[in-house]
Antibody, heavy 123, light 107 residues
Framework: QITLKESGPTLVKPTQTLTLTCTFS??????????VAWIRQPPGKALEWLAVIYWDDGKKFSPSLTSRLTITKGTSVNQVVLTMTNMDPVDTATYYC???????????????WGQGTLVTVSS | DIQMTQSPSSLSASVGDRVTISCRASQSITTSLNWYQQKPGRAPKVLIY???SLQGGVPTRFSGSGSGTDFTLTITSLQPEDFATYYC?????????FGRGTRLEIK
């Protein structure tokens, strides 16, 4: 069974760098057509996709955040790490990681999600 | 970016009702459209992928239709556990974008 869990700080100061880790089990990120995505949700607002890393190490980023984001496979084979630089109070949100199944290039879905972690940006 | 517009933004209905939620893309996305359900304090859950394919384990009262720019999520015979917020999301191209959500409330 596939599970994912996000970990990282709950509070960061403005201008700091946020590092979040997604630890997963039940699948391999080296398996074809698999990826891990990060999605966030400010309190009371809609979902916003941030980034994805695929089995072949391909990466995509939200254009509005691309200069601030890095996504990598972690030192452990079952981890993905997202870093976001220059944090601002508007970045306060619940951050989710999700398993991505790619059925074909234009048909992907976020089919398993972590529980999410609330990150507050405040001095 | 492809913009996803959902309507209505909120909806009141009763147990047993049939409801439809619409989602429109700002350009053609063929059938690259997913629907998610989110309950308060919980992560979203995929219901429908590729516009009309039911995710495993999802009750058959949920169905999706549409292609191109216009899509619909239909829930027949609403159950108490269906009251939640629903989001559409396009997977046609990055950035993958979500609609603003439709909050389904009990009448």
């Amino acid at each position: 069974q596939i599970t994912l869990k996000e970990s990282g700080p709950t509070l960061v100061k403005p201008t700091q760098t946020l590092t979040l880790t997604c630890t997963f089990s039940g699948f391999s990120l080296s398996a074809r057509a698999v990826g891990v995505a990060w999605i966030r949700q400010p309190p009371g607002k809609a979902l916003e996709w941030l980034a994805v890393i695929y089995w072949d190490d391909g990466k995509k980023f939200s254009p509005s955040l691309t200069s601030r984001l890095t996504i990598t496979k972690g030192t452990s084979v079952n981890q993905v790490v997202l870093t976001m630089t220059n944090m601002d109070p508007v970045d306060t949100a619940t951050y989710y990681c999700a398993h991505v199944t790619m059925i074909r290039a234009t048909t992907t879905q976020f089919d398993y999600w972590g529980q999410g972690t609330l990150v507050t940006v405040s001095s | 970016d492809i913009q996803m517009t959902q309507s209505p933004s909120s909806l009141s209905a009763s147990v047993g009702d049939r409801v439809t939620i619409s989602c429109r893309a700002s350009q053609s996305i063929t059938t690259s459209l997913n629907w998610y359900q989110q309950k308060p304090g919980r992560a979203p859950k995929v219901l429908i992928y590729a516009a009309s394919s039911l995710q495993g384990g999802v009750p058959t009262r949920f169905s999706g239709s549409g292609s191109g720019t216009d899509f619909t999520l239909t829930i027949t015979s609403l159950q108490p556990e269906d009251f939640a917020t629903y989001y559409c999301q396009q997977s046609y191209s990055t950035p993958y974008t979500f609609g603003r959500g439709t909050r389904l409330e009990i009448k």
